[in-house]
């Protein structure tokens, strides 16, 4: 297993705080593929090329099992170190570089889908150092984000904006605090849904997941800030949990349908998890795509495939054998 440094477990974690642990996925992971009999050998990394490649010589592993999300504190490093395994020739889990590299780009990846007539939201980026000019075709109110983070990095009550002024304020902000372009997007008011898929070639699309805020009060926006992401008060507060969404048979088979096709548009491969809105008027929208997204035990993407009656050992163990099947040389 591929890991980075802080988020290598403690040898004995008797004791500590199992849920809250920062930790935890590495720790469901590892404990959950030795009681299958896995041998599992983990190396903690943060910039270190060489003991990695050291470390694949002497252990010459199966497979590497990557929990990797950026390198040598580089965000989009984390589909070069995929391209290093797959240089070296090692079989590894989760997505392939190229899939990385789409999926990463929040306007390329929506170019590409627009292209095939997958509903996103309307938008333009603004490059820093660009002055804010809004088209035609979008109208107040829009959300700002940075066009690379992930995990909600940088979203706010305040990225959602009502008018030039405070459009022009966020851009600025994301442009001098995280140092990337920023996007800016249509709003989307409406509910907040996830979609598990697994697969290379042949798909599996998990149950439909649905985040609802109940506690948020009417004056806040409700979407999945970085304090709502990271901070389970802020969730307690907010009454934020998710669950299998509740809609008509026709909607669930249109967003598991849209899904698929994003995985596929995008080179997605091993396992993602697609982010869309339901806006009030019943018309889906995909936000973005999340290559390798958070498999602790007890998470969203492990319930929603409990729910298709896919046990957590054997959604890691399909992780591993759609890893193994990898072909870096497809070039379709
Ligand atoms: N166009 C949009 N309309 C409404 N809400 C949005 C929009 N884009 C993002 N959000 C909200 O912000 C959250 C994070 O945005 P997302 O594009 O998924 O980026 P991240 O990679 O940080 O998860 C979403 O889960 C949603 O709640
Ligand atoms: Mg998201």
């Given at each position: 297993m591929l890991a980075h440094k802080h988020l290598v477990p403690p040898t004995d974690p008797s004791?500590?705080?199992?849920?809250?642990?920062?930790w935890k996925m590495e720790y469901d992971i590892i404990v959950t593929l030795q009681e299958q009999g896995h041998k599992v050998e983990l190396l903690g990394v943060d910039d270190d090329l060489l003991k990695i490649h050291q470390t694949l010589a002497r252990l010459?592993?199966?497979?590497v099992f990557n929990l990797m999300e950026s390198f040598d504190g580089v965000t989009t490093f984390d589909q070069n170190l995929v391209s290093y395994l797959e240089l070296l020739r090692v079989p590894y889990t989760g997505c392939n570089p190229r899939g990385m590299t789409l999926a990463r780009d929040k306007s390329l990846s929506k170019k590409l889908l627009a292209y095939h007539k997958i509903p996103v939201p309307e938008f333009f980026v603004v490059r820093p150092g660009q002055k804010v000019a809004v088209p035609k075709n979008l109208t107040f109110p829009l959300i700002v984000k940075s066009l690379f983070y992930e995990?909600?990095?940088?979203?706010?009550?305040?990225?959602?904006?009502?008018?030039i002024n405070q459009l022009k304020n966020r851009v600025q902000f994301i442009h001098n605090t995280l140092e990337t372009s920023a996007i800016v997007e249509q709003f989307i008011d409406g509910r907040e849904l996830y979609v598990g898929v697994i697969g290379n070639e042949k798909l599996q699309v998990l149950p439909v997941w649905e985040m609802v805020f109940?506690?948020?009060?009417?004056?806040?926006?409700r979407i999945a800030t970085e304090q709502i992401k990271s901070s389970a008060k802020h969730q307690k507060k907010y009454g934020v949990t998710t669950y299998q969404a509740r809609l008509p048979n026709k909607t669930i088979d249109h967003i598991q349908h849209l899904a698929k096709q994003v995985y596929q548009v995008l080179s997605l491969s091993g396992y993602a998890r697609i982010d869309l809105r339901l806006d009030r008027q019943g018309r889906v929208f995909v936000l973005e795509a999340n290559p390798n997204p958070n498999l602790s035990y007890g998470e969203d993407f492990a319930e929603s495939a409990e729910k298709a009656k896919i046990s957590y050992e054997d959604l890691l163990e399909r992780i591993i054998q759609l890893g193994l099947k990898w072909d870096p040389e497809r070039t379709s």
């Open positions: 004791g500590i705080d199992l849920v809250n642990a920062e010459q592993p199966n497979i995990a909600s990095v940088g979203i706010s009550q305040a990225s959602v904006v009502k008018n109940r506690r948020m009060p009417d004056n806040r926006w």
